[in-house]
């Protein structure tokens, strides 16, 4: 199976960055990922020229609404005008930060889905239990975005508290919650939350892929991490 590599460049790089991506990974060819670069907005249009086909083009997010008076909204119509295959929603800084709901964020699943972008949907969790009813709460979530009957969607396990800490829950931890995920919806499902040059290989090797902030943002570095964690897939 292809394992599914995101790159979230949340609000850094630049056209320098997307350049220096598709100098570093322009020879390295591995049927076994597919590489997903998710940069700022302005920066979409111009990525999706420069890497041409290379690697896939996804935002960090989309508006619930079609179109209309929703200043600094950015609608699904125009992310595919500009070659958007994939956008992210419902990533757990949106929640903190901007306070989306599942509501919000399943309208976007289904505008996104209706423009033919595949969207990348993010289950969030707050503590680090893995008892019956944390699993039961995480269950609940996936139905109440209605993933339970979703089809060309990526589901990304993002818990609370590995965003951007440096502290990435045990691979047991990951396992069973990403398991539930996938009885819950059938569905590839990746895992996001502080993805490092240690840690990557096991949580490859659990997973179906993986959502990277920080490690993202410097190519070369993410570059020889991809490329030891696939050489090394299957021995974890």
Same mark, same amino acid.
């Not at 992310?79 to 295959?85: I, Q, T, Y």
């Not at 964020?105 to 009813?133: F, M, R």
């Not at 502080?194 to 090797?205: A, E």
């Given at each position: 199976?292809?394992?599914?590599?995101?790159?979230?460049?949340?609000?850094?790089?630049?056209?320098?960055?997307?350049?220096?991506?598709?100098?570093?990974?322009?020879?390295?060819?591995?049927?076994?990922?597919?590489?997903?670069?998710?940069?700022?907005?302005?920066?979409?249009?111009?990525?999706?020229?420069?890497?041409?086909?290379?690697?896939?083009?996804?935002?960090?997010?989309?508006?619930?609404?079609?179109?209309?008076?929703?200043?600094?909204?950015?609608?699904?119509?125009?992310?595919?005008?500009?070659?958007?295959?994939?956008?992210?929603?419902?990533?757990?800084?949106?929640?903190?930060?901007?306070?989306?709901?599942?509501?919000?964020?399943?309208?976007?699943?289904?505008?996104?889905? @209706?423009?033919?972008?595949?969207?990348?949907?993010?289950?969030?969790?707050?503590?680090?239990?893995?008892?019956?009813?944390?699993?039961?709460?995480?269950?609940?979530?996936?139905?109440?975005?209605?993933?339970?009957?979703?089809?060309?969607?990526?589901?990304?396990?993002?818990?609370?508290?590995?965003?951007?800490?440096?502290?990435?829950?045990?691979?047991?931890?990951? @396992?069973?919650?990403?398991?539930?995920?996938?009885?819950?919806?059938?569905?590839?499902?990746?895992?996001?939350?502080?993805?490092?040059?240690?840690?990557?290989? &096991?949580?490859?090797?659990?997973?179906? !892929?993986?959502?990277? !902030?920080?490690?993202?943002?410097?190519?070369?570095?993410?570059?020889?991490?991809?490329?030891?964690?696939? &050489?090394?897939? !299957?021995?974890?």
């Amino acid at each position: 199976m292809t394992k599914l590599i995101v790159a979230n460049w949340k609000m850094n790089g630049g056209v320098s960055m997307i350049n220096e991506y598709i100098s570093v990974f322009v020879d390295y060819v591995n049927d076994s990922i597919k590489l997903i670069v998710c940069p700022p907005y302005p920066l979409l249009q111009q990525a999706r020229k420069i890497f041409n086909n290379t690697i896939a083009v996804g935002a960090q997010n989309c508006s619930q609404q079609t179109y209309g008076a929703f200043t600094g909204e950015v609608s699904c119509s125009l992310l595919k005008e500009v070659g958007c295959d994939f956008v992210i929603v419902g990533h757990t800084e949106r929640r903190v930060l901007f306070g989306e709901n599942n509501q919000i964020i399943k309208n976007k699943i289904d505008i996104a889905i @209706k423009h033919q972008i595949q969207p990348i949907v993010c289950i969030y969790k707050e503590d680090h239990s893995t008892d019956a009813k944390a699993l039961n709460n995480i269950v609940n979530q996936c139905q109440e975005l209605g993933l339970h009957n979703a089809n060309d969607v990526i589901v990304a396990y993002e818990p609370k508290w590995a965003i951007g800490t440096n502290i990435t829950p045990d691979i047991n931890h990951v @396992k069973v919650v990403l398991n539930t995920i996938r009885q819950a919806t059938s569905l590839p499902t990746i895992y996001g939350g502080s993805v490092n040059m240690d840690n990557i290989g &096991k949580l490859l090797d659990v997973s179906d !892929g993986l959502l990277v !902030g920080g490690m993202s943002t410097k190519p070369y570095v993410f570059y020889k991490a991809i490329k030891s964690a696939c &050489k090394n897939l !299957g021995s974890n």
